[in-house]
Structures are given as C-alpha cells and as structure tokens.
C-alpha cells in the first residue's frame, strides 16, 4: 500500500513544505519546511534569529508544518527524512522536526545538509547525517531506496527525490526548472528521468510558476542581464549595491565576476550570504577569495571602507525582499557608514516573493531608497521555478500514473492539473488537488 500525506507546503507558496509517503509499514519524509513569510513577519530578519524558538512557540505561531498527527500515527514507521534542497521553506525545520523522528537519518546533497548544519547553529541533533552525491543513491530497506536525481533550481546541488519502491517510483520534484545551462553544476539528469518514466507511479511537483507560458530562462540569461545593467557605469564614480537571494550561489558568482569586470572589488556583506558560501565552500561547489562580512560589526567596518571610495567597491548585501533587519534595509535607513547619494546605484537581483509581508517591506524600502534619489533597477533576474511548458515537458517525459500539483494553493494547482488534462490526465482520477493536512491512497 502507498499512501500520501500532504502535510504542509500545499496550500500556499514558499511555505511549510512537508509530505510523508507510506510504503506498507514504512515511511519516509520528504522536506521540513519553514513558513518563510511568517517567519519575517515575526522576526524581521533571514529567519536566522528564531533559532532559540522552542517547537511549540513555532507551531503557534504557524512558523513550520503542523506535524502532530503525523507524528502520532505513523511517527514509530519513518524510516528517513530526504531534504530536496537547500532553501529554508524545504530544510528550515528540520532542526525543530526531525528530533522528533529520532532514528530516522536525514539525506540530503552535500550541500542541503551543510545548509541545515548552519541552521542548528551548533545545537545537536540525535538524527544522523547521510550525505548523497546528486544522481546517486542510498538503501533504506530491502524493499525501499531513495535516489537523489540531478535537477536546476535557484539554489545548487537540488535533487528530484525518487523513492522506489516495489509498487513503482514516486517522483519528488519540489522545487525544479529545466535550465540546460547553469553556472553551477550539471543541467537536470533528463536521461535518468527518461528511465525512471518506466515506472512512475507518482509525481509531485511544484507549480509556482504556472501562470507563466513559455520556458523559464536560463540562468545564464541573468548573468547577460546584469552585465547589460551594469556596463553602462563602467568607470562612473558611484556606488554600486546589488542585492539578490543569499541562497543562490550561482547569482553571487555572477556578481563577484562581474564587479571584478568593472576593476571593483566585491564585498559581500550579511549573515545569510556568510551561511550560504560558507555551505558551498564545505560541500566544494563553490569558493571565493573575494571578502565576505558576517557580522554586523565587520558589516559596518566594510561599509565604511566603501563609503570613503565608492567607485572602488561593489557591495553584494542581503536584504533583497526589503527584510527590515537585512543589510540593504539597514542603509537605506541609515543606519550603517554607507551613505547612499544622487545617482548610486541599487539593484534587485531578484523579484518580490509575492506574499503581502514581502511586497509591504519591498514598498518601504524602494520608497526610502528613491528619497535619496538612487537608481533602482529591479527584477534583474530569472526565475528558479518551470514555467508551464517546463511543467508540461516534465509530465510527458516522467509519465506519472498519478500526479500531485504542489507548493502553489488551490489556483495554481487548477492551473497545473489543467496543463495535465491538455495531455490526457483526469482531475480526481489521476491528478490529484490536495491541501495541507490531508492524504491519499495511491495504491491498495
Ligand atoms: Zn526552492
């Protein structure tokens, strides 16, 4: 028997994502997600200071997947906890969750787990660590293993988690894009996705970005983005601040490369970026000489340095979703050495998630930032999601009996099962819309 349980990340975007799947008398979750737009409403910050909350607090507060039923029925069954990858509505609870499952170990690329060791931030946690090289895999049982496919995203090293079993292969792609060009890593592992369409029993996947047509770009297409932005100061005396998701590595690489382009040196300022390049040094994806400040009192030191000769430095800082305790909020509110003028320069690398906490803090800080007459420039970016032919594309080439629209709320998924019906699925037959909390039999 094989059974769904949609426990959070379903019923909204960037939230709480958690499924547990049952394969007779075991079990396996997949993701530990926290609800990022809780978390910065509460906090102010990356999520990074809510480390002390206990897990009730957390529940109350609807910061992480309610799991307590789960716990209660099928807790004793679970046998690992697959993390897909490494942003924080995926991996930010784990810390507080898998605890809770004790004897599970948690798997994940080398790069997810260095990710959630940063965010125990030194706490212990009795689960043990088991990390999996993308496109390889890892025995839980004589009847179930998991495999770590190769996939894009905005964050490296993201795996479309397969569990086989001996009723077939559920897919876990949440979150995915098809770029076949990355910066950083391999592009997705199409013909071992190609194999496992042999005996997909079910897929689920994300559907952020459904509503829009055509194919997402690829990543490098922001990088020819950037450069077309910032060419144009090439040798102009002023400051330069670019902002962008701390997660995504490949992004930062472009700056340092491109700020190295214009003869300034990059300084990347921010506890959450700090994390992040810390993570990629420790799973060797990726490191940098170019400095980088964590601290708010090394923040402040770098910020004053480039003050004094802004034509000299080009600072990539946190704060990209106008969070009120990041970086960029910090100097538009004057509150560090940086002291931002006529004609500097500030970019969003990145768009505005849209939930109302994100779009408000986005509003502040552009308002604030265009009283001092800088330049904005935002949306100088392209999207980590598939867009809906990506989606369609993924259908057809995995070829799911049963497919399970995610990560979206009830009108994208709609969106989603709709793409599905174009190519011969039928909603409540062989798509299936669930919301956070509820569950399915796959398969008696
Ligand atoms: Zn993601």
Known sequence: MIELWAVGGYSEVGSKNMTAIRIDD?????????????????????????????????????????????HEEWGSMVKAIVIGHAHIDHCGAVRLLAPRYKKAPIIGTPFTLEVVRNTLEGKRIPNKFIPLNPSSKYKISDRVTIELV????STPQTSAVVIHTPYGKIVYANDYKLDDHPLIGKKPNYSRLKEISKNCLALISDTTRVEYTGHTPSEMLAREML????????????????????????????????????????????RSISNYLQAAKRAHIFSTDAKVFGYKRDVNKALRRANKEKSKYFVICTGNQG???????????????????????????CTVIPTPVSEANRKTIENKLLEKNVRIFRDIHVSGHASREDQKEFLQMLKPKHYFP???????????????????????????????????????
């Open 150 to 153: 190769n996939m894009t995203h």
């Open 323 to 349: 969070e009120p305790n990041s970086v960029l909020s910090r100097i538009a509110n004057d509150e560090t050495p940086y002291v931002l003028g006529d004609d500097d320069i500030v970019i969003f690398s």
């Open 26 to 70: 075991e079990v396996i979750i997949l993701d530990m997600g926290y609800n990022v737009g809780k978390i910065v409403e509460y906090e102010g910050t990356e999520g990074e200071e809510l480390v002390k909350l206990p897990y009730e607090k957390m529940l109350a507060i609807d910061a992480i997947p309610n799991d307590t039923k789960l």
């Open 406 to 444: 995610t990560h979206g709320g009830i009108e994208k998924q709609a969106a989603a099962a709709k793409i599905a019906e174009s190519i011969g699925y039928k909603i409540n037959e062989n798509v299936h819309i669930l919301q956070d909390g509820q569950r399915m039999v796959i398969q008696e």
């Open 227 to 270: 450069k077309d932005v910032l060419m144009r100061y090439l040798n102009r005396d002023v400051g330069i601040i670019v902002t962008t998701f701390s997660s995504h590595i490949a992004r930062l690489s472009t700056l340092i490369s491109l700020a190295r382009k214009m003869g300034r040196e990059p300084l990347l300022v921010g």
